[in-house]
T-cell receptor, first 112, second 112 residues
Framework: EPEVTQTPSHQVTQMGQEVILRCVPI?????FYWYRQILGQKVEFLVS????????KSEIFDDQFSVERPDGSNFTLKIRSTKLEDSAMYFC??????????FGPGTRLLVL | GENVEQHPSTLSVQEGDSAVIKCTYS??????FPWYKQELGKRPQLIID?????GEKKDQRIAVTLNKTAKHFSLHITETQPEDSAVYFC???????????FGTGTSLTVIP
């Protein structure tokens, strides 16, 4: 069964550094999402992406964040200048039907 | 925006007993309610979902009920097994393709 994949599984970075989190959505899906989960808290929406543009974004998704679909398979989340509070698990999700979202295994980001 | 509350935060049941997890939502426009199961270190997996035009849906030992008037929905697991032990998240979506608003999660432990 096709699954969403994410790399890396873990990322440690220094505050102020840029990080890029990568996702490969399920191949026939057209809708893509990023969520994050700070340890012990609920999963929070960051951004959704369709037809090569952002569909919706949350207050968390400020100018430090950007998303890109650089080719036909990858979907990336970039954090330009990481802050301590960006430490979280980041989940990518994709959907074929605008309802069911399939989640990747997550990237655990630790900002020191 | 939408606010989803989930209770209880932890739940322990004896193997074979039933488990019930409850969620409430605030926005009457929400029309899609998925439930995800997340085992330790793994991705959230969709286990069942319900749409606002349906009051109940069942899939083997798992069922979900929705009360639109009261704005709450519940997950019912019957004949629980140790492998049901995981964190369960409810979510609500206002419009197809839009973000999911997640509950805070319920850690279910099934005691053999």
């Amino acid at each position: 069964e096709p699954e969403v994949t994410q790399t890396p599984s873990h990322q440690v970075t220094q505050m102020g550094q840029e990080v890029i989190l990568r996702c490969v959505p399920i191949s026939n899906h057209l809708y893509f999402y990023w969520y994050r989960q700070i340890l012990g808290q609920k999963v929070e929406f960051l951004v959704s992406f369709y037809n090569n543009e952002i569909s919706e974004k949350s207050e968390i998704f400020d100018d430090q964040f950007s998303v890109e679909r650089p080719d036909g398979s990858n979907f990336t989340l970039k954090i330009r200048s990481t802050k301590l509070e960006d430490s979280a698990m980041y989940f990518c999700a994709s959907s074929a039907d605008l309802e069911t979202q399939y989640f990747g295994p997550g990237t655990r980001l630790l900002v020191l | 925006g939408e606010n989803v509350e989930q209770h209880p935060s932890t739940l322990s049941v004896q193997e074979g007993d039933s488990a019930v997890i409850k969620c409430t939502y605030s926005d009457s426009a929400s029309n899609y309610f998925p439930w995800y199961k997340q085992e330790l270190g793994k991705r959230p997996q969709l286990i069942i979902d319900i749409r606002s035009n349906v009051g109940e849906k069942k899939d083997q030992r798992i069922a979900v009920t929705l009360n639109k008037t009261a704005k709450h929905f519940s997950l019912h697991i019957t004949e629980t097994q140790p492998e049901d032990s995981a964190v369960y998240f409810c979510a609500a979506s206002i419009q197809a393709g839009n973000q999911f608003y997640f509950g805070t999660g319920t850690s279910l432990t099934v005691i053999p």
